[in-house]
């Protein structure tokens, strides 16, 4: 089983669609989590990082299940700038130094 | 604009070239990271410095030499690469050299190389 692993998509949603994101990860140590925002031909940017109570900021709710080792990303009233690959990044620690681990990314297109 | 500057942006070379990318952060950031970005691929990392000291060295071949001459700036020299080398380079910080913390990252700088 992959470390990190998510949906590559794409997904194509028309504008003012909700659109959910998973992300599931294997070490059950993981300790921090984050989704990045990267559009093409540019770098990754943190859209948010996700806590155990969940966020949200603005149209975005991003969501932790520990139990079932996923975490999520929610976004309400898609807008057309909202089209990118979304990456999620998952932290683990173990032996003394953390990791770092990138899914390999979902691709969103929202179609006016 | 970002906060992590690399330069150049883009990087032609021959395969008998040597070159130098260049990324320069004034965050305080006590980590800098370098990654690799094939296209429709996930960053891959190659290099940590943590406190300016080469902490993680992803079994990257010879002809990538990383430099940290201080702890704001972190080079990558070039020297005999192949074609399969070619690809987006980002350079990347964070506020402590543990890793586990969020990253910031630099435009990128994208190699060619013929």
Known sequence: ?112 | DTEVTQTPKHLVMGMTNKKSLKCEQHMGHRAMYWYKQKAKKPPELMFVYSYEKLSINESVPSRFSPECPNSSLLNLHLHALQPEDSALYLCASSPFGSGANVLTFGAGSRLTVL
């Open chain 1, 1 to 112: 089983r992959k470390e990190v692993e998510q949906d590559p998509g794409p997904f194509n949603v028309p504008e003012g669609a909700t659109v959910a994101f998973n992300c599931t990860y294997s070490n059950s140590a993981s300790q921090s989590f984050f989704w990045y925002r990267q559009d093409c031909r540019k770098e990754p940017k943190l859209l948010m990082s996700v806590y155990s109570s969940g966020n949200e900021d603005g149209r975005f709710t991003a969501q932790l299940n520990r139990a079932s080792q996923y975490i999520s990303l929610l976004i309400r009233d898609s807008k057309l700038s909202d089209s990118a690959t979304y990456l999620c990044v998952v932290i683990s620690s173990g032996a003394g130094s953390y990791q770092l681990t990138f899914g390999k990314g979902t691709k969103l297109s929202v179609i006016p």
